[in-house]
């Protein structure tokens, strides 16, 4: 059976917040759109082209969002393509969480980050990727975790700080 489309849709929401819920066999799990304060907990994202994509088309007019997206005990697996993706994000922490065998369907050429992939826009603040205690299986692509920032040039190249504390970083498929 082909996965089914998107499951859930969230457009300027503040806050979201989502407990122990399971998203299985779609094509994507849940789909944000300028949402600030997100909390994600015990939630599982199985058998998914995309597990969670979250974004936003106005991070160059001066907002900064996705802001604040926080993760715990949350579980990532069997997504064909990738399965967490924040572009132009302003503090993303995953604390406990575990990504495995994601990435099936990329490309030869390792085009794709399989696990976590975030970009974050420097000149309102790029303040970062938090990875505490997560595990890291069997995925397969360019990286299990991408980092990248836009800085805004030499007037202002706010880095942000990024941590990772106590991860498990276990076979990567090439």
């Not at 936003?56 to 949350?74: E, I, R």
């Not at 064909?80 to 994601?102: I, K, P, T």
Request: charged share 10%; with cysteine.
């Amino acid at each position: 059976m082909p996965p089914l489309w998107l499951r859930y849709s969230f457009v300027n929401t503040s806050p979201l917040a989502m407990n122990n819920m399971h998203f299985l066999r779609l094509n994507m799990g849940v789909n944000s759109e300028a949402v600030n304060n997100a909390h994600f907990n015990n939630c599982f994202f199985d058998y998914l082209t995309y597990g969670l994509l979250a974004d936003t088309p106005t991070a160059t007019t001066g907002k900064t969002l996705p802001n604040s997206y926080n993760f715990s005990s949350c579980l990532f697996l069997n997504a064909d393509v990738l399965a967490a993706r924040f572009v132009n994000a302003h503090s993303v922490n995953f604390q406990s969480c575990s990504f495995e065998g994601n990435g099936k369907k990329n490309t030869p050429l390792l085009t794709d980050v399989a696990a976590i992939d975030c970009s974050f826009y420097g000149p309102n603040g790029a303040n970062g990727l938090n990875v505490k205690d997560c595990y890291f299986e069997g995925n397969k692509g360019l990286a299990d975790i991408r980092v990248q920032i836009e800085t805004g040039g030499h007037n202002n190249p706010y880095y942000g700080t990024h941590t990772f504390q106590g991860n498990t970083f276990n076979r990567n498929w090439i």
